[in-house]
T-cell receptor
C-alpha cells in the first residue's frame, strides 16, 4: 500500500517563507508531485520530483530525498493568494502499468496572514 | 498547459435519481482518465481508472455498479452515479493523463443529493 503524511495546517505572514513537509510509504515509487487547491477549485499541478534534490520554479521549490522517503514544498515571498491547500502525491506508475494508485496526501491548509 | 473540462460544474438531484458527469480533454487525447471524489476538508480519493476502449479499474471499496464509467473516446469519459443518495454528495474531479504522463485535472463537479 501507499500512504503519505503532511501537517494539517500551517500559518505564515505575507513575505515569509514556509516549508510543507511530506513523508511517504509506498510499495513502488515513481516520484513525488505537489498540487495546490483553492477552496472550491480543482487541484493544479505545481511540481514533480523524480530524483533527489531541489527543483525550483519561481517562488516555489520542491525537494526530494528518496533515501529518507521525504520531500517538501518551499514557498517563498508568500502572498495572500497562496492561501490554499497543498497536497503531495505519488503519481501513477509508467504508462504500461495501469494498476498503480495515484495517492494524495491528506493536504496541508496554508493560511497567509497580512 | 492542457485543458480538461467537466460538465456539469454543479448539480442538485433528488435521492434515487442518476447523474451523469462528463470529463473531456479539450486539446489532447487521453487514453487514461481518472475519477476522484473529495469530501469537504478531505483529500482526493481515487475512485477508478478509466481506460479508453476497455473496462474501468475500480479502487477497493468503490461499487462499480453504482459508479458507472464509460470511456468511449480518447477525449471523453463519463461517470454516472446511479440511484444517488445523500451520502454520495461530494466533489467529483476527473483528470486526464497526457502522453508524457502528466495529469491535468478538470474543474470538478459539485454533486448535492437531496
Amino acid at each position: 500500500g501507499q500512504s503519505l503524511e503532511q501537517p494539517s495546517e500551517v500559518t505564515a505572514v505575507e513575505g515569509a517563507i514556509v516549508q510543507i513537509n511530506c513523508t511517504y510509504q509506498t510499495s513502488g515509487f515513481y516520484g513525488l508531485s505537489w498540487y495546490q487547491q483553492h477552496d472550491g477549485g480543482a487541484p493544479t499541478f505545481l511540481s514533480y520530483n523524480a530524483l533527489d534534490g531541489l527543483e525550483e520554479t519561481g517562488r516555489f521549490s520542491s525537494f526530494l530525498s528518496r533515501s529518507d522517503s521525504y520531500g517538501y514544498l518551499l514557498l517563498q515571498e508568500l502572498q495572500m493568494k497562496d492561501s490554499a491547500s497543498y497536497f503531495c502525491a505519488v503519481p501513477p506508475s509508467p504508462r504500461d502499468n495501469y494498476g498503480q494508485n495515484f495517492v494524495f496526501g491528506p493536504g496541508t491548509r496554508l493560511s497567509v496572514l497580512p | 498547459g492542457a485543458v480538461v473540462s467537466q460538465h456539469p460544474s454543479r448539480v442538485i438531484c433528488k435521492s434515487g435519481t442518476s447523474v451523469k458527469i462528463e470529463c473531456r480533454s479539450l486539446d489532447f487525447q487521453a487514453t487514461t482518465m481518472f475519477w476522484y471524489r473529495q469530501f469537504p476538508k478531505q483529500s482526493l480519493m481515487l475512485m477508478a481508472t478509466s481506460n479508453e476502449g476497455s473496462k474501468a479499474t475500480y479502487e477497493q471499496g468503490v461499487e462499480k455498479d453504482k459508479f458507472l464509467i464509460n470511456h468511449a473516446s480518447l477525449t471523453l469519459s463519463t461517470l454516472t452515479v446511479t440511484s444517488a443518495h445523500p451520502e454520495d454528495s461530494s466533489f467529483y474531479i476527473c483528470s486526464a493523463r497526457t502522453s508524457s504522463d502528466t495529469q491535468y485535472f478538470g474543474p470538478g463537479t459539485r454533486l448535492t443529493v437531496l
